[in-house]
């Protein structure tokens, strides 16, 4: 497969932008990384922190408690459940939201795929109001993905109490974005050519996408999902930060009271969780790509073929570990909702009432706030439009004193961030790669020695041993800890949000490669070409855009976590989302989220035009 020139040169212009906007970052944040208080000792307490790991603890360390206490185990299985639980609650909200959003915003057959010569009026009109809904559900998942869970935990929570169905929606509205903005792209980024085949024998633009698009998408949609599932398990817990009972709490205590070896315990615990849901995934996702194999054809005979079809059907093989994972899921899901009543608020309807209009009084700008926290929304409506002028020098007074730095902070971070941990991932895939890193790569290198063989193998089981490890800890728990050791400044935010993202890029671009077909690397393999340069020249340029598709993607969560990361003390979006709450002034925490927002929606237009640009200029080839 010959690859266009203008491909070659459009993909070395974007790499060579990202590169530039990585010394930009560099260079805003400035080259003052370590900022500790004079006669801070860095080393002996990063000494302290990591020889814990050696010696987590099984007991309490603290030797102020009761006799009677339950014991640190105990406390620590009760948080992890409680953390699985949440996670799976928010799942199940945010998946049938994802599912929905995705289906909408799909460009593959509305309004795109129905794009097929000249249409009456009536059919233009509908085209047009197609597109409306399709860019709406797009800025709706944008809205919905580009708020940090924690900052929707923040407003519901003032909202509504300290209910755990709060918590559970916080996790879910941002992941029901995520779900459905990966879902329509996965869509949009399948193979067009069966899709037109049957819309050339008459098939409607629905058919075309229900019976080509969607099956084929649909086995990395299940086993997204089940990473999604592995992300709320981390978000979960780290709700635990601002109070929730979570695992992340007993975390925060125990680092608070420098008691490390419980730290330490906390941390593997979550960190078993996390690698078994992974596990989890790779298996799902193995048997979806290879599917199951008929053992043997039923004997047809003279049955006419209606029969015949039935047969087949009858006797063709059914992957019950796919079936019964997902049976499972549902039971665990169930469980979750009906194994407590005390999800929901224990206020009165009027208590609640009366705090959600306190709350959203106090959400509305200053300036053309109601006299009554009772008002009506009109009222609101009406205060709002009569205060124009008051609003804007409102908006400009804290987009000037700090909007504008703190943004600039929080996209810095988040670049510096996301383009340091694609380098890793994209140096080290071709040793942690299934495609690759074995002892016969596409069953082309058939004279491999065993001990080849098995050098491979383990290189390949080590690499992705450490994406799973450096992903499995939340990034706020890697800055808070960061921070906590090497003092206040922007470059622990960066590590920490490099360190998470290398294991999240590693995975997906991972099984991006692994979901090639394999017809043109083992081509270059069979032509004498070595791992590398199969890589280099084959699977990494097939697996460009859908590269891109995820490094926008993760850029988007850099800038939702470099957001909340503020809230640590930096000098980012969160640390003034963090003065605000703390002050009730949720208006101004309100506009300082929105621009966080703002940004995101830019980076989803950019990646949107981008990918399309690709695969338009290998479409003309």
Not at 11 to 16: C, D, E, I, N, Y
Not at 94 to 105: D, E, I, T
Not at 151 to 170: E, Q
Not at 249 to 265: A, D, F, H, K, P
């Amino acid at each position: 497969m010959k690859v266009p020139v203008t491909v070659w040169l459009g993909r070395r212009l974007v790499v060579v932008a990202f590169l530039t906007v990585l010394v930009v970052s560099g260079w805003v944040l400035g080259p003052r990384i370590i900022q500790l208080s004079e006669g801070a000792d860095p080393f002996a307490e990063a000494g302290r922190f990591f020889g814990a790991a050696l010696s987590p603890a099984l007991v309490d360390e603290n030797p102020s408690l009761p006799e009677d206490a339950r014991p640190f185990l105990v406390r620590l299985g009760e948080s992890l459940l409680r953390t699985f639980r949440y996670a799976l609650i928010a799942i199940s909200l945010a998946v049938p939201a994802g599912l929905l959003l995705g289906f909408l915003a799909s460009s593959a057959w509305w309004p795109g795929g129905m794009r097929y010569g000249k249409a009456p009026a009536g059919r233009m009109m509908m085209r047009g109001m197609l597109r409306l809904l399709r860019w709406g559900c797009r800025f709706l998942i944008t809205l919905g993905r580009s708020i940090h869970e924690l900052v929707w935990a923040l407003f519901f929570l003032s909202a509504l109490g300290d209910a755990p169905i709060a918590a559970c929606s916080a996790l879910a509205l941002p992941f029901a974005g995520t779900l459905g903005k990966v879902f329509s792209e996965l869509i949009d980024e399948q193979s067009q050519e069966s899709r037109s085949t049957l819309m050339a024998t008459g098939a409607s633009p629905l058919q075309a996408f229900g019976h080509a698009l969607l099956p084929s998408a649909l086995p990395e949609m299940l086993t997204y999902t089940v990473y999604r599932f592995e992300c709320a398990l981390r978000s979960s817990a780290v709700l635990g930060f601002i109070g929730v009972e979570t695992v992340g709490l007993g975390i925060r205590q125990s680092y608070e009271n420098l008691y490390y070896g419980e730290v330490w315990t906390q941390l593997y615990a979550l960190v078993i969780v996390v690698v078994g849901v992974d596990a989890l995934g790779a298996r799902l996702r193995d048997r979806l790509n290879r599917g199951i194999t008929r053992k043997s054809v039923p004997v047809i005979g003279s049955l006419d073929l209606e029969k015949s079809e039935a047969r087949l059907r009858r006797t063709a093989p059914r992957d019950w570990v796919v079936r019964g994972g997902l049976l499972a899921g549902i039971v665990l899901v169930l469980i979750s909702w009906g194994s407590g009543r005390e999800l929901g608020t224990t206020m009165s309807a009027e208590q609640r009432d009366a705090r959600i209009g306190r709350f959203l009084t106090k959400l509305t700008p200053a300036p053309a706030r109601p006299e009554s926290a009772t008002a009506s929304g009109s009222e609101r409506i009406e205060a709002l439009e009569g205060k124009g002028e008051e609003m804007k020098n409102w908006a400009f007074d804290l987009w000037s004193r700090n909007g504008a730095e703190a943004l600039l902070n929080t996209v810095a971070i988040a670049s510096a961030a996301i383009i340091l941990s694609a380098i890793g991932a994209a140096l080290l895939l071709p040793l942690g790669s299934r495609a690759l890193a074995r002892g016969e790569p596409f069953g082309v290198l058939g004279a491999a020695s065993r001990w080849v063989h098995w050098w491979w193998s383990g290189i390949g089981f080590l690499t992705r041993s450490l994406f799973i490890l450096a992903r499995a800890v939340p990034e706020y728990v890697y800055a808070f800890l960061l921070v906590g050791l090497l003092g206040p400044s922007a470059w622990p935010l960066v590590l920490a949000l490099a360190l998470h993202n290398l294991g999240i890029l590693g995975r997906l671009w991972g099984e991006v490669m692994e979901n090639q077909r394999p017809e043109v690397p083992r081509h270059w393999i069979q032509g004498g070409a070595g791992r590398v340069q199969s890589y280099c020249g084959s699977l990494a340029p097939l697996s460009f855009n859908r590269f891109l598709l995820f490094f926008f993607y993760r850029w988007e969560t850099c800038i939702r976590e470099a957001t909340i990361l503020g809230m640590l003390g930096i000098s980012s979006l969160g640390y003034y989302v963090s003065i605000a709450h703390n002050w009730l002034r949720y208006d101004e925490m309100l506009f300082y989220v929105l621009l966080g927002v703002s940004v995101i929606f830019a980076g989803d237009v950019l990646s949107d035009w981008m990918r399309r640009k690709l695969r338009g200029d290998l479409a003309c080839s």
